[in-house]
């Protein structure tokens, strides 16, 4: 095996090929998964991605109108993604069923990334729903990249925690976002488990400060203090209400995708109801993740509206945005959610509503106790270039396993 001579990894021509399953496409918002497959895609790994089967369910929604009869596979970063088509599709009557379509789908993709490589291919699963798909895979290594309490997540029921404790079990290394996260997972998952949490494509986000703000931006007044993100169960949507309410002058910026109704809970349907009928609350819907940058880089402030009540699986994020809204340079508010404590210095924590009003009045006022350069220089230590230098280090020692008899 001959070392790389560029950063000192093994040779590409010997790394197994990375067969990732994950539940949003991979064109889609950017998240989590795409970071860090791109970035092994552009290291020299062979990497695929798939998403699941399509479900007879789904007939109604945007992935089955777009989606082909059969199934399709394009390029995209360097990732060799596999679309599934609509047929055959989960039925959901017929148990036997159900399971050859996904065993035949799970092995099409395998082959389809992995039939010219003569290693055991890595199956890197972002969701425990896909334990069915790495099942089917006749010989691989697992690797479990748990980016939240998946168990936690209402709605998810019994079966996802049966296969998030069949993978955990199955697993050579499991990532996990943050220590909550790690305490969250099955005991067998400890002794084998790294923190890796979120990171940033920094240099994307410190250049957009230098480049001119969105032509949208230009049609809200300002001040303008802005959310980048999902707008899920994780939102505060009735502290948004409160802090919109008192402060009418402010204009509140909410950019991303927003769940449908049937992920969110009856409380936060309303509470996202009274958001909309603000005023002073934009919706700006999803933003290409080019252009997202600009919104960041160009506001007054930005800010991470988390629910920080009960024992919900938003207790444990990584938001994706610290370090993006970081690298921007300008100011950042959050709530006091345990994963941004380590960064109070670049960060302004606010614990009530009278933290979040005193806040926002300083920054939008000019008063903002930060250092731009300060929040930059924590955002560079924080790419994810770093991140996946400690995800490639765990790949490796694999193939190395595997290349003395240990696979």
């Known amino acids: ?29 950017r998240q989590t998964r795409q970071h860090i497959l791109s ?27 777009d989606a082909g009869w ?34 035949r789908h ?32 006749d010989s691989c290594h697992v690797v479990y990249h748990a980016d939240d309490r998946f168990a936690a997540v209402p709605g998810s029921g019994r079966e996802v925690a049966a296969f998030e404790r069949a993978l955990c079990e199955r697993a050579a290394r499991i990532f996990a976002i943050t220590p909550g996260v790690a305490q969250g997972l099955p005991e067998c998952a ?3 488990t790294v923190l890796v949490p979120n990171g940033a494509d920094a240099e994307a986000y410190e250049r957009a400060s230098r480049s001119p703000a969105p032509a949208l931006l230009a049609r809200i007044p300002r001040p303008w203090v802005a959310y980048a993100g999902s707008l899920n169960e994780k939102i505060d949507f009735a502290l948004i209400n409160r802090l919109a309410f008192a402060r009418r002058g402010i204009q509140w910026l909410l950019i991303g995708p927003t769940h ?6 009856r409380e936060t349907r309303t509470q996202l109801e009274l958001c909309r009928r603000q005023p002073n609350v934009h919706f700006l819907g999803v933003v290409d993740y080019s252009e997202l940058p600009a919104y960041c880089a160009h506001v007054d402030a930005n800010s991470m509206f988390y629910r920080t009540d009960g024992d919900g699986w938003w207790r444990d994020i990584y938001p994706l945005k610290l ?20 960064f109070s210095e670049v960060v302004t924590i606010c614990r009530s509503d009278a933290d979040w009003l005193a806040a926002v009045d300083a920054t939008v006022s000019g008063r903002d106790a930060g250092s731009a350069a300060a929040r930059v220089a924590v955002a560079r ?8 230098d400690r995800i490639e280090a765990s790949l490796d020692a694999l193939v190395a396993a595997e290349g003395h008899g240990m696979g």
């Open 1 to 29: 095996m001959s070392p790389d001579p560029r950063e000192g990894r093994l040779d590409v021509y010997i790394r197994p090929p990375i067969l990732a399953f994950g539940v949003n496409a991979f064109d889609g918002y």
């Open 39 to 65: 970035r092994l895609a552009q290291r020299g790994w062979q990497v695929g991605y798939t998403t699941p089967a399509m479900s007879i369910w789904e007939r109604d929604g945007l992935r089955w109108r």
């Open 70 to 103: 059969g199934s399709t596979s394009v390029s995209r970063d360097g990732v060799r993604i596999r679309y599934p088509g609509r047929m055959p599709a989960l039925l959901h009557r017929w148990q036997a069923m159900d399971r050859m379509i996904v065993r």
């Open 106 to 137: 799970a092995r099409a993709f395998a082959s389809s990334i992995a039939r010219k490589s003569t290693h055991m291919p890595i199956a890197y699963v972002f969701h425990p729903m896909f334990w069915p798909y790495v099942e089917a895979i």
């Open 190 to 192: 400890a002794s084998k």
């Open 260 to 265: 449908g109704e049937g992920q969110l809970s």
């Open 323 to 342: 370090h993006e809204c970081l690298a921007t340079g300008r100011p950042l508010l959050s709530s006091d959610v345990s994963a941004v404590r380590e």
């Open 381 to 388: 230590a924080n790419d994810w270039e770093s991140r996946v």
